[in-house]
């Protein structure tokens, strides 16, 4: 299982675009690189999924450089709301495999 | 999407009584279902991996006997944490893979053993 590295918090105000980037140098070919995110007391919600350059859907923006070495979680203009931990996984292409959580990112959205 | 409901959402319960942890997959005939579980201000910890109609599969340091899971039909799923003790109490959330990619949790079931 490829491991991720990311920051263990961040502050941002309110208004302000958030990018929670992550690290995963033994990616493997057939990984998919996929960002969740959790509330206290709640479990994961899946944000958002990426193979390689940029993937944006309606909450947030995915950047991976072409060697796949990392990834960049973009949040655009962060309400208070999105307080929350947010989790860069790895996942193999196919065949169920469990997940390997880090430590995640703790965001911190300020008025 | 796929929806994955859990039961209950917390439960507290005496030292040395047994609790049991429902996940359901209400729209996905789930094979596998993975169950976690959190510490306060931890990260998510696999436990075991549920497979439809043979033996979970438990991650080191998991005791089998102390946290039984069933997984007789691919909607269904349980946990039970067999002769509770304090040091058990955390936040339990299954899942299950949704598309090759995807994955749906629970809402979790927090568990308290007073």
């Known amino acids: 299982l490829a491991k991720t590295t990311q920051p263990i918090s961040m502050d941002s105000y309110e208004g302000q675009e958030v990018n929670i980037t992550c690290s995963h140098n033994?990616?493997?070919?057939?990984?998919?690189i996929t960002w969740y995110q959790q509330f206290p007391s709640q479990g994961p919600r899946f944000i958002i999924q990426g193979y390689k350059t940029k993937v944006t859907n309606e909450v947030a923006s995915l950047f991976i450089p072409a060697d796949r070495k990392s990834s960049t979680l973009s949040l655009p203009r962060v309400s208070l709301s999105d307080t929350a931990v947010y989790y860069c996984?790895?996942?193999?292409?196919?065949?169920?495999?469990?997940?390997?959580f880090g430590t995640g990112t703790r965001l911190t959205v300020i008025p | 999407g796929a929806v994955v409901s859990q039961h209950p959402s917390w439960v507290i319960c005496k030292s040395g009584t047994s609790v049991k942890i429902e996940c359901r997959s209400l729209d996905f005939q789930a094979t596998t279902m993975f169950w976690y579980r959190q510490f306060p201000k931890q990260s998510l910890m696999l436990m075991a991996t549920s497979n439809e109609g043979s033996k979970a599969t438990y991650e080191q340091g998991v005791e089998k006997d102390k946290f039984l899971i069933n997984h007789a039909s691919l909607t269904l799923s349980t946990l039970t944490v067999t002769s509770a003790h304090p040091e058990d109490s955390s936040f339990y959330i299954c899942?299950?893979?949704?598309?090759?990619?995807?994955?749906?949790f629970g809402s979790g079931t927090r568990l308290t053993v007073v």
């Open positions: 996984l790895v996942v193999f292409r196919t065949g169920a495999n469990n997940l390997f």
């Open positions: 899942s299950e893979q949704s598309s090759n990619y995807g994955y749906t």
């Open positions: 033994n990616i493997a070919t057939n990984d998919y």
